[in-house]
């Protein structure tokens, strides 16, 4: 599955600027990738960052299934005319302008993972059409307030140094959930005793280690 033609044609991916336009490249090829039907063949990663991103959200999300299995419900409510502003809606409850915090690469991570299980979501719920809009909105979101973060941190060179395939996640994978649980407190009554459950398992597998 490749970029769509509403893919080629956004603005986004004609950017003259490198950074933003490796933004966009990101969003739209991962949702396209967790998206892809099963049986049909995923075109190879576009550049370092998207091969860096597949790998990274294929490891966190085999490995760590429980981190995801009630996003389902966090999304239940959520419609093609919704999708987008529910997804900006959680993700600006963390990164807030008063929040003053170096940008944690876990944390660029999470964007996209949550996306793209958005995303399936949409799909899985008939809502096919909504796709290229979500692959937008994240393009968007990240151009406008994770790109001018990591400006003067190497660009997404930081992102494959810590996400390209020779890494193991484990390390990061705290950050990241302790990210997701700060999102999740706004929906506290919809995902009921989840903090307990992430951080149990957390300390079950560090105990086998």
């Known amino acids: 599955m490749g970029l769509s033609d509403k893919a080629v044609i956004g603005r986004g991916l004609n950017s003259p600027d490198p950074l933003v336009r490796e933004a966009y490249l990101m969003a739209y090829d991962y949702i396209n990738y967790v998206t892809a039907k099963p049986g049909i063949p995923v075109d190879p990663a576009l550049s370092l960052a ?24 966090v999304f239940q409510d959520v419609t093609d005319r919704t999708a987008c502003s529910t997804l900006v809606s959680i993700l600006d409850e963390h990164f807030a302008p008063t929040r003053h915090r170096e940008l944690a690469w876990s944390a660029v991570l999470s964007v996209f993972v949550l996306s793209g299980q958005l995303a399936l979501h949409c799909q899985e719920s008939g809502m096919s059409d909504i796709l290229p809009r979500i692959q937008e909105c994240v393009g968007s979101y990240v151009e406008r307030v994770i790109c001018p973060e990591i400006r003067d941190r190497g660009g997404w060179s930081g992102f494959i140094s810590r996400f390209g395939e020779k890494q193991n996640l484990e390390d990061q994978v705290m950050s990241v959930c302790c990210w997701s649980l700060l999102l999740l407190t706004k929906f506290g009554d919809k995902i009921p005793k989840l903090a307990t459950l992430i951080l149990s398992y957390l300390v079950w597998t560090r105990r086998k280690t």
């Open 50 to 73: 998207t091969a860096a991103l597949r790998h990274a959200g294929d490891e966190l999300l085999t490995r760590f299934p429980i981190f995801f299995r009630r996003w389902p419900r």
